[in-house]
């Protein structure tokens, strides 16, 4: 009922940029917030950064000051800068959409995930 479609990543070199997005596709009736989390191999998927309706940001400590998540107007989409890039933020990125209802009777708030990007900072 809800997809998720993420563009951008890539190969950077350390200190570079790469702006990530993700736009959310369906019948959304509301959610609670949207964000990017990262999985690097042989380690647990971890919170990047994420941002509630209310505009509300939230980072990992790794990344704040760096990276900065915000909201696309009038599409329910967000879009994370990320500057100053490391070789330790190297991962697969997956966009998350939390407590999302669609139109329609009886519908509950649900999580949904994307298929994820590869971001990889090497020289």
């Known amino acids: 009922q809800v997809q998720l479609v993420e563009s951008g990543g890539g190969l950077v070199q350390p200190g570079g940029s790469l702006s990530l997005f993700c736009e959310a596709h369906?019948?959304?009736?509301?959610?609670?917030?949207m964000g990017w989390h990262r999985q690097a191999p042989g380690k647990q998927r971890e919170l990047v950064a994420r941002?509630?309706?209310?505009?509300?940001?939230e980072y990992a400590d790794s990344v704040k000051d760096r990276f900065t998540i915000s909201k696309v107007n009038r599409k329910n989409a967000v879009n994370l800068q990320m500057n100053g890039l490391k070789p330790e933020d190297t991962a697969v990125y997956f966009c998350?959409?939390?407590?999302?209802?669609?139109?329609?009777?009886?519908?509950?708030?649900?999580?949904?995930w994307g298929q994820g990007t590869q971001v990889t900072v090497s020289s």
């Open positions: 369906g019948s959304i009736h509301s959610f609670s917030a």
């Open positions: 941002i509630t309706g209310g505009g509300i940001e």
């Open positions: 998350k959409i939390e407590g999302a209802t669609v139109f329609g009777p009886r519908s509950s708030p649900t999580d949904y």
